[in-house]
């Protein structure tokens, strides 16, 4: 199974860089190579999860269905199929696969640990454990074993592992240089990786380059290969609505909650009406992110604190809740972005001594990060905190 195989080494790059949040000589874009539509691509991904059924292995793919897709409900099974077996190496790696597409951390992490000791590859348990200590906030103890890991074996999977790593701690130049490096590195047709590692650096440099312009072209290009990516959409949408392009950012916005269960979509789309003088539609598709929000909170807590924590401060217009939810996601990653969070809602919600103490202990977070809060009010604006003080209205550069 060709795809399984190329999408396994895929799966352990993307799970770092999402959890992760200066000017580069690298090359913004590549020249787009020529690959599998991504309908058919998508179309081939799904008959493969049909031919597998329930077999191990099938997790992984369902993985990426919900990676690309916001398909919550692929989320689901490949979690309920994860936990069910665990007796070999093999289902326990599959496991903390699982276990980490929902943050599940250090459950993920128990489970590498016990594969290990029922024999799994030295390889494949270091990447798998590399990718969950960046994406909690461990970057540095992993970088020297990655280094060592592209001098071995040069190619796309440590190029890209060790250029989210070096991501995580600030080294965005050598981050994008070996990016780019890893896109040459790539000997597929699939469409998949070419946007995944497309999307990332526009990730980085959105919120951690502050270079809105660079961000945008690296989003275009991501969706150049898989134009129904929901996370590139959303994120173009935003730098669209920052520059007050609102026609442009709502057109993409209707397309992702026409064919996914994206609650932030959804969220942004209701500030823009509102912002529009559509006030029933934005107030009503603002209450229905909500629901959409706390129906994955119920089911995996983790994976969205950190969203719902966005969420409520802004358009949900509740800091307690926000505080309370940011909270939990900093005490599973200790990421700048966690840290960023956590400061702002302690801020907005009053928690002035939980924020000033938090600032003490993650002193560059809150520099080293720019997160994008969305208000209703379009008198507030988007909201960004680069720093502990007053918000500074819209970014240079979710």
Known sequence: MKMLRVL???????????????????????????????????????????????????????????????????????????????????????RARTRSAVHRFADALADVE??????AKPDEIAALRASILVATGRATEVIPQLEANLVRHPGFASRSALAVAYAAVGRIDDADRLYAEALSSLDTTL??????????????????????????????????????FVTANIHLAEIEALRGDNESAVELLEKVVQSSHEPEARALLGVLHLRTGDSQRGSREIAEAQTSYELLLTRDPMAFADHGAEFY????????RAWVLAQQNLANRQTPRAAALAIKAAEASGHYSDACALLRKYPDSVKSVQLQIWSPDPKIGPSVRPSGGEPSGPPSKL
């Open 114 to 119: 016990a594969a290990e000791r029922t024999g």
């Open 313 to 320: 401060l802004g358009p949900g217009a509740d800091p307690e």
């Open 8 to 94: 396994k080494v895929f799966f352990a790059v993307a799970l770092a860089a999402t959890a992760c949040c200066a000017k580069s000589r690298s090359n913004v874009v590549n020249s787009t190579i020529n690959t599998t539509s991504s309908a058919i691509a998508i179309a081939n991904l799904d008959q493969q999860i049909r031919q597998a059924g329930n077999e191990a292995g099938v997790e992984e793919l369902l993985l990426v269905r919900s990676r690309f897709l916001g398909d919550y409900e692929a989320l689901d099974r490949a979690s309920a199929l994860g936990e069910g077996r665990y007796a070999t190496s093999r289902e326990l790696l599959l």
């Open 191 to 228: 469409p998949f990786p070419y946007a995944w590692i497309y999307f990332a650096r526009g990730l980085m440099w959105s919120e951690q380059g502050g270079d809105q312009a660079r961000a945008e072209v690296l989003y275009e290009q991501a969706l150049k290969y898989v134009p129904e």
